[in-house]
């Protein structure tokens, strides 16, 4: 059973839009949430995480809206640049575990100039 | 700052083949993890360690060994590997499991 899950799979904004990718997931014990950006040919890096008592958290251009009611996310990216054309895989950590991240399947981003 | 290596970047193996992939880094972290990354399936744990000599099971062990042979190094086995089988397999590191993992280039696979 997947624990995350992420829409849209491929997403492809013009230059300056805001692209919006969604997260939801199934254990209301999840309590640590990053996003990681995956470009061609490398290993996931950390882009930004909240945890679930905020509801938003920012970092440049990179917001996370947080809903904990609905155990939803989502990462807005404004200004999008072709440098962010990547992959982003949402993550969840269960409380009390630890070690294992839950990862969704991965989004897709598309920048056009 | 820190890096992963992992070595082969490219590993070719036949059918029934018994191949290893090393992973190696120089963070001074005490946890290690090993993922599977399969084409639209996300990054699935097949093995961690927090520890030298320490080996937990992650969802997708069957088929795989592991071995921490010393702080520093983590080691996956594919004990039979799979005609056509095709994965990028990629190594993590964090000083502790509540952590942020810091992730290897990966090690690209091919069975023929």
């Known amino acids: 059973q997947q624990q995350v899950r992420q829409s849209p799979q491929s997403l492809t904004v013009w230059e300056g839009e805001t692209a919006i990718l969604n997260c939801s997931y199934e254990?209301?014990?999840?309590?640590?949430f990053p996003w990681y950006q995956q470009f061609p040919g490398e290993g996931p890096a950390l882009l930004i995480s909240?945890?679930?008592?905020?509801d938003k958290k920012e970092d440049g251009r990179f917001t996370i809206f947080f809903n904990k009611r609905e155990k939803k996310l989502s990462l807005h990216i404004t200004d999008s640049q072709p440098g962010d054309s990547a992959t982003y895989f949402c993550?969840?950590?269960?409380?009390?575990?630890?070690?294992?991240?839950?990862f969704g399947k991965g989004a897709k981003l598309t920048v056009s100039p | 700052g820190g890096i992963i290596t992992q070595t082969p970047k490219f590993l070719i193996g036949q059918e029934g083949q018994k191949l290893t992939l090393k992973c190696q880094q120089n963070?001074?972290?005490?946890?290690m993890y090993w993922y599977r990354q399969d084409s639209g399936k996300g990054l699935r744990l097949i093995y961690y360690?927090?520890?030298?000599?320490?080996?937990q099971k992650g969802d997708l062990s069957e088929g795989y060994d592991a071995s921490r042979e010393k702080k520093s190094s983590f080691s996956l086995t594919v004990t039979s590997a799979q005609k056509n089988e095709m994965a990028v397999f990629l190594c993590?590191?964090?000083?502790?499991?509540?952590?942020?993992?810091?992730f290897g280039p990966g090690t690209r696979l091919l069975v023929l």
């Open positions: 993590a590191s964090s000083m502790g499991g509540q952590d942020t993992q810091y």
């Open positions: 963070f001074n972290h005490d946890t």
């Open positions: 360690s927090i520890t030298e000599n320490d080996l």
């Open positions: 909240i945890r679930s008592v905020s």
């Open positions: 993550a969840a950590r269960q409380q009390g575990t630890g070690s294992k991240l839950s």
């Open positions: 254990d209301s014990t999840f309590n640590y």
